[in-house]
């Protein structure tokens, strides 16, 4: 039994599906204080002239993507069980958000390498040599306009994907990919789409949501092992 009064450390895991990949992460860290509030837990509160709620998020997701692998942490203020703090944190869930695991941090965000991400293709161009394309395109070198806080750069994207594969599945190109994901390199999956848009022209590259979607499945660490 923890102590009544120690402050507990708590790693929740939940999934961000549907209309709610659209979401900004601010937009979810605002969503994510208040339902924390309003279930009842007694999260721990920031000092200083205007005490938050403290959360802290893994890898922000960017917005049109989906996932069944996010996390937050946070810590309260006295014991409560992981199975209570599932139960008043999912009662107060949107339908599109499910708590899959509540449990004690042992490793910090910072151990996160990799992502590892589905990217379903189903522009009506997909042709039956499309998924043998793109995994060509992406055996070598790859020149793509990537963002950051400092501007544009044209970078190899390639350098960024740990390992990719596409297949044809019923239409569609199906994509399993694993893309470095820390804080000192990172890939938004949605650069790899927009390259199979630039040169195997199957999508337009003005609305490339139109024609995939993405999911991010799990977060691993340098070994590749599953992030938890």
Not at 55 to 60: D, E, G, H, Q, T
């Amino acid at each position: 039994m923890v102590p009544e009064k120690e402050i507990m450390p708590v790693r929740i895991k939940f999934t961000k599906l549907g209309d709610l990949m659209y979401i900004s992460h601010l937009d979810l860290a605002r969503t994510m204080q208040r339902i924390i509030v309003r279930s009842g837990v007694d999260i721990w509160y920031s000092e200083g002239f205007n005490p938050q709620p403290r959360i802290v998020f893994a890898l922000p997701l960017p917005v049109g993507v989906e996932s069944t692998c996010e996390l937050m942490d946070f810590k309260i203020n006295s014991y409560m069980s992981f199975e209570e703090i599932k139960e008043r944190v999912q009662r107060n869930f949107p339908r599109e958000m499910e708590v899959l695991e509540v449990y004690s941090p042992e490793v910090k965000f910072k151990s996160i390498a990799y992502a590892d991400y589905t990217i379903v293709l189903h522009s009506p161009k997909i042709q039956a040599d499309t998924a043998d394309n793109v995994n060509s395109l992406f055996s070598k070198e790859c020149i793509i306009t990537k963002k950051s806080k400092s501007g544009e750069r044209e970078v190899d994207i390639c350098t960024f994907i740990k390992s990719l594969n596409a297949s044809a599945q019923n239409g569609t190109v199906v994509i399993n990919t694993v893309v470095n994901a820390g804080n000192e390199s990172n890939l938004n999956p949605e650069l790899i789409v927009q390259a199979i848009a630039k040169y195997l022209k199957i999508m337009d590259s003005n609305s490339i949501d139109e024609y995939c979607t993405i999911m991010r499945n799990k977060m691993l660490d340098e070994e590749l092992n599953e992030f938890k």
